[in-house]
């Protein structure tokens, strides 16, 4: 399996980006596909999950309200979309595919996860 992710860039606080994780190879449309995010001198932490279906969500509080995740399975793409960034939003965003497919607390954990993609920057100014 192999994860294309797109869409970062430089963009205002405030402002709005849509990032894309493009799958090939696998099942896309079995696996659960999280976001997560690692910026300078951090850990990488969670952002958001969605199950296979789409049917479950889950977001770090950093970003509950202001961010969406959803899936087009016939196109094998997750998307991320940000809204009303903020600098500390600024990060390498990296998309990543649970084989098991079904989304829980667990999800949170980058362990989780079997397939990575190799990251877009994103970065907000104030």
């Known amino acids: 399996v192999q994860l294309q992710a797109s869409g970062g860039g430089l963009v205002q606080a405030g402002g709005s980006l849509r990032l894309s994780c493009a799958a090939s190879g696998g099942t896309f449309s079995s696996y659960a596909m999280g976001w997560f995010r690692q910026a300078p001198g951090k850990e990488r932490e969670f952002v958001s999950v969605?199950?296979?279906?789409?049917?479950?969500?889950i977001y770090a509080d950093s970003v509950k309200g202001r961010f969406a995740i959803s899936r087009d399975n016939a196109k094998k793409t997750v998307y991320l979309y940000m809204n009303s960034l903020k600098p500390e939003d600024t990060a390498v965003y990296y998309c990543?595919?649970?084989?098991?497919?079904?989304?829980?607390?667990?999800?949170?954990?980058?362990?989780?996860?079997?397939?990575w993609g190799q990251g877009t920057q994103v970065t907000v100014s104030s």
């Open positions: 969605i199950s296979w279906n789409g049917g479950r969500t």
């Open positions: 990543a595919a649970d084989t098991y497919g079904v989304v829980a607390d667990a999800s949170r954990n980058l362990y989780e996860y079997d397939y």
